[in-house]
Nanobody
């Protein structure tokens, strides 16, 4: 199966910024969509953002609209997540994700993002 590896997490103060990175590796495969999910300690995993490669359309969770921006290179199978104006509620493990259709069906190991007050 295609492997997803993310990096770029860390500890930042409220109002700060981070830039996450993800690369797909392994068997050659073109996902229909890629993006990010996140999971806070003891909470359910939630959708953050996705990009549909065929159209370039992006979809963001209401909680991160304007503050977060996804970008990437379809040919290189890489994506970024620029996170600005971080809030304590953004603290979570962020997972790179890929999907063949309209839903994510594969996730990376995750990278920790911690926002201090």
């Amino acid at each position: 199966q295609v492997q997803l590896v993310e990096s770029g997490g860390g500890l930042v103060k409220a109002g700060g910024s981070l830039r996450l990175f993800c690369a797909a590796s392994g068997p050659t495969f073109n996902y229909g969509l890629m993006g990010w999910s996140r999971q806070a300690p003891g909470q359910e995993r939630e959708f953050v953002v996705r990009i549909v490669w065929s159209t370039g359309s992006t979809y963001y969770a209401d909680s991160v609209k304007v503050r977060f921006t996804i970008s990437g290179d379809r040919a290189k199978k890489t994506i970024y997540l620029q996170m600005n104006g971080l809030k304590s509620e953004d603290t979570a493990v962020y997972y790179c994700a890929g999907g063949r259709a309209i839903q994510f069906d594969n996730w990376g190991r995750g990278t920790q993002v911690t926002v201090s007050a």
